[in-house]
């Protein structure tokens, strides 16, 4: 909290009550809004707005804007460096080629990361709007979980949330990334992912979930899927359904609740896409 100082008498007192009386108001909003992401079993995936608000500018922190180039050149969190949807993936070829779709090769993520300045030490934010595209910030994240990094993590609320809080947005695109000087990735962890020949071998065994949005569940192909419908047996959850109005996330015992109607509980073994 800032604090002023003033040397004279009445203009003291009127100016340390208007102080008292903001601060205090805006300090009450933003701890009625703020979450305890420690009550989620993986809460270190997540950074808060009020954790990420005094980083921005630092050398140490890389922020990641995930949403569509027209929307970051709109508007976006000051410092932010816009990387689109699918910074991370393999794009050779078509929607439904093999391969297209999943993460980069580790000598290819190497190289991508290095160029936007990360390196093993750096905070990583990545965020979008979730409320105006496919979640790509969550989709980059578990890439880069998947590689190793435990620095990376994902904006609680998205842009949505940051906004609510009355957090400045800005419309500069004029930040540029510095190369970092190396980074160490692992080789990837396959608990993070199925592929699709193991999750077609063991389709009756599996619970899969499509968490797309209704219309492309019954057969849409607006969101450019080579085909239309549902891998078979597949139940229905569209994921922002496990988020409140704001972006945050739901609490653990409303996900807990939204999964038992759908008889599933986290002690499943599940598959998502």
């Known amino acids: 909290m800032k604090k002023n100082y003033i040397k004279f008498g009445l203009l003291i007192l009127c100016t340390l009550t208007f102080i008292l009386f903001s601060s205090c ?21 997540f950074i808060s707005p009020q954790e990420l608000k005094p980083l921005l500018g630092s050398e140490n922190l890389i922020l990641l804007d995930c949403n569509n180039p027209k929307i970051y050149a709109k508007e976006h969190i000051k410092g932010a460096i816009g990387i689109g949807f699918h910074a991370f993936s393999e794009k050779v070829g078509k929607p439904g080629d093999p391969g297209w779709g999943t993460i980069k090769s580790n000598e290819e993520l190497t190289k991508k990361l290095i160029s936007l300045g990360i390196d093993n030490e750096k905070t990583v934010v990545l965020y979008s709007d979730l409320f105006k595209g ?47 000087s190396g980074i160490t990735l692992k080789d990837y962890d396959k608990s993070f992912m199925i592929t699709k ?36 047996g597949a139940k229905h959850l569209v994921w922002t359904d496990l988020l409140n109005k704001n972006g945050t996330l739901k609490t653990p015992k409303e996900i807990e609740e939204i999964m038992g109607k759908m008889g599933i509980s986290k002690k499943d073994d599940f598959t998502l896409y």
């Open 25 to 45: 108001n805006k300090t009450s909003t933003e701890k009625i809004k703020e979450i305890d992401l420690s009550i989620y079993e993986k809460g270190d995936y």
């Open 134 to 180: 496919p979640g790509a910030d969550g989709r980059a994240v578990w890439q880069l979980r998947l590689a190793g990094l435990n620095n990376v993590k994902i904006l609680h609320g998205g842009s949505s949330y940051w906004k609510e809080l009355g957090y400045e947005m800005t419309n500069d695109i004029t930040v540029k990334p510095n190369p970092s």
């Open 197 to 232: 020949d193991d999750l077609f071998e063991n389709l009756d065994k599996k619970i899969v979930i499509d968490v797309r949005t209704k219309k492309e569940f019954d057969g849409s192909q607006n969101a450019g899927e080579p085909r239309g419908g549902h891998i078979k």
